[in-house]
């Protein structure tokens, strides 16, 4: 299973539009993690599974939301209300609760991706803004097979990261 996973792109949308042409038929499911700032009757969300972030004040957007795929179970949720910019504990509790192999969050801006006790807890970064050590404005593509998590990290020209290409055993 193909998932693109978008964040924090605050009313940026252009580059929504950009993601779900490009990659039209080639992903099984579009993912974004909240404060999108768009409204919630956006045509965009028929293609993208949204969650409210922190700065989305219209539409109906859920807090978190879990997808079972023919692949995995993916939670999602922004990170506000999970504290993720104080360390991924209670984001793992909540991945933990929903039965999560995969575990989507965005919030804090900074790309990152990890494997604690087989779940892939993964942020894009911010499409829009970026912050912390890697300054590079982006979005993430999962490659879920029965034996790996392969994540290709994107920059806004949708050119692949070289140095932010992981492999993870399941």
């Known amino acids: 299973m193909k998932y693109l996973v978008v964040s924090d792109n605050h009313g940026d949308r252009q580059i929504l539009v950009e993601l779900a042409d490009r990659y039209k038929g080639q992903m099984d499911y579009f993912f974004h993690c ?27 957007f859920l807090e978190r939301q879990t997808i079972s795929t023919q692949q995995d179970i993916v939670y999602i949720t922004h990170g506000h209300l999970s504290n993720v910019r104080f360390g991924l504990t209670q984001l793992a509790l909540e991945a933990k609760e929903a039965q999560a192999t995969i575990s989507l969050f965005g919030h804090t801006h900074q790309i990152g991706c990890e494997v604690v006790d087989n779940t892939l807890y993964l942020n894009p970064g911010s499409i829009s803004q970026p912050r912390g050590p890697i300054q590079i404005p982006s979005y993430a593509v999962i490659d879920s097979t029965p034996n790996a998590f392969d994540v290709q990290y994107y920059n806004r020209a949708h050119h692949p990261v070289e140095e932010l290409h992981f492999t993870f055993p399941k």
């Open 34 to 60: 909240g404060d999108s700032e768009l409204e919630g009757n956006d045509k965009l969300w028929d293609t993208f599974i949204v969650v409210r972030g922190n700065c989305d004040y219209g539409g109906d």
